[in-house]
């Protein structure tokens, strides 16, 4: 089974929340499943976006089924709601790469360009609020799936540190989304 195939049964399988099927179309239609993750780092090839989104979903996943945060943390979450916001985090980075090139040096020390892709966003709302934000005109998020999404980067996002604490102690499953997140980027997905 391809990752894109995979994603499809997933979201086909999980998500029956209404407007789903048109969200599914939107994303289909759009580049998400040839979109890199980022522009130099974690997954930055062509279909990065669709193995990150994967992976934080097996990280989220992995998580919430651990006995701890089941008996300590008294985390419990559907599985349409770990599909929704694992698969959905980054949707954000639709259709905002495109190809280009940059200048490295080689081993012998010369300037050669390289393929690379440039962050290009006619939308820019954000990162984690974009993502609700393009969610939201398909189908309804609970508050704290709305939440997760939005504070996924954790402590990161530098342009709203003081609200993230806040977040993660009010609606666990952000802490939950952050940390799958981020499990999956250094740990799965390390530069190369």
């Known amino acids: ?24 179309e939107f994303l289909i239609s759009s580049d998400f499943f040839t979109a890199p993750a980022s522009a130099r780092y974690h997954s930055a090839y062509e279909g990065g976006l669709l193995d990150h ?42 259709n905002v790469y495109k190809p280009g090139y940059r200048n490295v040096k080689n081993e012998q020390g010369k300037w050669e360009q390289v393929p690379t892709f ?17 969610i939201s005109p398909f189908m309804k998020l609970t508050r704290e799936e709305a939440f997760a999404i939005r504070y996924h980067m954790g402590f990161s996002n530098v342009d709203d540190q003081r609200n993230v604490g806040k977040a993660f102690e009010m609606f ?21």
Do not use: Q
């Not at 391809?2 to 209404?18: H, L, Q, V």
């Not at 799958?180 to 530069?191: P, S």
């Open 1 to 24: 089974m391809t990752a894109r195939d995979r994603f499809i049964n997933i979201f086909k399988t999980k998500i029956k929340r209404e407007g789903a099927d048109k969200l599914l």
């Open 53 to 94: 989104s994967l992976n934080v979903y097996d990280c989220l996943s992995a998580y919430l089924s651990r006995d701890y945060a089941k008996e300590k943390f008294k985390l419990s979450y559907s599985d349409e709601t770990i599909a929704i916001v694992s698969l959905l985090h980054d949707i954000c980075k639709v």
């Open 172 to 192: 666990p499953l952000a802490f939950a989304l952050s940390t799958a997140d981020m499990e999956a980027t250094y740990y799965i997905e390390k530069e190369n």
């Open 118 to 134: 440039e962050f290009d966003d006619k939308l820019p709302y954000g990162h984690g609020e974009k993502s609700v934000y393009m």
